[in-house]
């Protein structure tokens, strides 16, 4: 029978729901594996612990961000930095916690101004800001500062005939790198006028200051300076008279009006917007110079769907007055390049318009999208294609002008990320720029809430709806019960995730393992896992579902990136028949150092290059079909053997194995499984622990050797290291017959 080929070389389309009829570049099933600028899945780098576990210990990473490529991994309400290779804990001035308050469940946002980060949570404290001062020493602040505490009294100088007024703020100096910033806090206006003579050297006022505040939080109150301003004699000008150290009792003032009129004007001259504290609110992003603050509180009061603007420049300065109100319920900020975005329940706005400092202007809110929504503002993604997010059905895009739905192919899969609210909230991402690429976790597992997987899209292809693609290309990667990524962060080549158990690991193209986190055991001495992957094709037709096909065989091609043990199968027809392919087994590569193969290994082969390429038949039973999905995973092949290194003795009561001779157990065999030649090595066991001649493994029901041998025996499992760079399949097809029994008379229960 004449076959011809279905080739199948382009990947570009991801995963999808609707797997029956899918299309040739979709799959069912794309799990560890990544995408190649030319389309080819590839599996997903491996990763390393970066330092040890957090100081915190068991507590779940809340929150990973980074200052000037430094990362910044937060438990609880404290906030530690990659110091050299240790976890150093950034402190506020006198000792206090990064954040006010708060625990491992608050939902920590930030963003980026002039190399500060400012920070908000869900638990509405009080803003902080954090930056590297000329020293290299990391500062956390309190953002902004307060109103001057009650307790400012003047007495009236001797005399009578002149008036004037007062004025007083807080101010603080700090730098960054080179650079000087002066925060000034709420202007305080003295409400009553002084009266009396002229002030002059003769004939003085005293001003009274308070000497404390009583909610220091990470306020560098001991820094902080107190500004005096007056105006001259029935003036209506503020003039800076002086600034003394905050605790400082008492001034006299005694500068004449001649003198006074020489010094800088308040700030609020001409009609300027006094600087206020910013509030406590959930969501801050900072754009264009302005920093937006939104779902704010003030006292017990939420302002669930108003906006604030900050001052031009000054990000941690925010009147009252700059606001804007939602017709819905805030759920976070973001920008599109320079434009403001404030996404709510179902509605999505941008800013456009400002507020300038005197009160001009005005922020104008233009609703884009009336369903969209945001479910959780770490979903919010900004790249230079758009910005992405995961809203009320999926993930969507938008230029700031359009709203679009990329994922309706995985709506089903979508439902089951989002079935509460602290699943919402915990979809966290991040954009991978060396790669295109973006990640957001999200929680697939019914029995919990915490991260266990990750979906990843990748911009290198078609991300629209069009005639041709349903929406964005996504894989997913995952690790089981070692693979909690509470975030993803993404700083120039690598990709780190934080982990539940208070540890970051850091994902790069050299490794090609997970470590098996252990809390029991140093990090040091943690076993390395199999990253297993699992790429399941759509469901293909060949092009018409009228006639069965015959489908005897195909062709695999991957690149000679490692060794390679790959598992094939096939599914005909929704899994009516499966079966499996012989596995292609691939050892031709050594690299150096690798304790395997040993020399003398006759599947060995020095120096071998070139692709990987071999014919399988597909199982008899399974031939004939209308749709054929192919599988391929990780084989499980065997690692080594006794021909190689030896006998073991057996202890049954320890289930231990110990080699005899001069060879050891090879490294990395920890969760490979040990099967010994008693019965025919029918049972494997779950190798648990190594020493150099000992291993451990589990045996539930007793069933390992009960003499102690020696024995020949067999290690086999998924091998770690091997890496499948998939080029393509082909799989070879006829048609033979109709699908439909022909129509008879029969068929309505007439007579033959």
Known sequence: MNTQPLEVIDFSKGI????????????????????????????RSGSVIVNDQ?????????????????????????????????WAEILGPTSGTFLPAGDSNSVIIDTAWQKHLLFTSDTFISPQKLFVDSGGIYRVRNAGLPDLPAGISI????????SYLYAFCLSYSYTVGTVTYLDRGPVFYYPTVVTGGAINAGNTDTVTLPTTYAVPENWDVASWKV??????????????????????????????????????SIYTTGNIASNETPPKAKYVHAVNDYCYWARYKDGTEEFFSTVLQSKAGDPDSVPRGFYADTEQPITGLSSIYDRPLVFCEKYIYRIDNFYGDDFSGGMILRRIDDEAGCISAQSIIRTHLGIFWAGTQGFYWSDGFRVVNISMHLNKSYQKFIVNQTRKNRIAGTFDANNHRVYWSLCKDDA????????????????????????????????????????FLAIDAYVYRGDIRGYVLKHGIEYHTDPKIDVLVAPASWETRTIEYLYASCFLDFGTKFIRKWVPRILISADNTTNLSLAISSSNDNNRVTGTLKPIRYKNNITWGDVLPLWGDPEALWNSQGLIEQWRRFPSGGLRCNYKQVIFQNAEVTIVNSTLLGTATVNAVANTATLGGTFNWIPGIVDYYISFKYDNYTRKFKILARTPTTITYEDLSNNDPQTVGPWDWIITGKPKGEVLLLNGYVIHWAFISKSQTPFSASSLGGNP
């Open 16 to 43: 999808t729901d609707y797997y029956i009829d899918g299309k040739q570049q979709e799959a069912n099933t794309m799990d560890n594996l990544l995408l190649t600028p030319n389309k080819k899945p590839i599996t």
């Open 54 to 86: 957090l100081p915190l210990g068991l507590f779940r990473v809340n929150k990973l961000t980074e200052l000037q490529k430094v990362i910044l991994a937060f438990q609880d309400k404290r906030c530690y930095r990659d110091n050299s290779g240790v």
């Open 155 to 162: 007495t009236n100088p001797a005399g009578v005939g002149s």
């Open 227 to 264: 500004e005096i301003y007056r105006t001259t004699d029935v003036g209506s000008i503020l003039y800076k008279l002086a600034e003394v150290v905050f605790g400082t009792a008492s001034y006299i003032d005694n500068t004449p009006d001649t003198d006074v009129v020489n010094n800088e």
């Open 448 to 487: 919990g809430n915490e991260p266990d997987m990750g979906y990843v899209l990748d911009l290198r292809f078609p991300f629209l709806p069009n005639d041709n693609t349903t929406g964005g290309c996504f894989t997913v990667v995952n690790g089981g019960t070692y693979f909690y990524p509470t975030q």
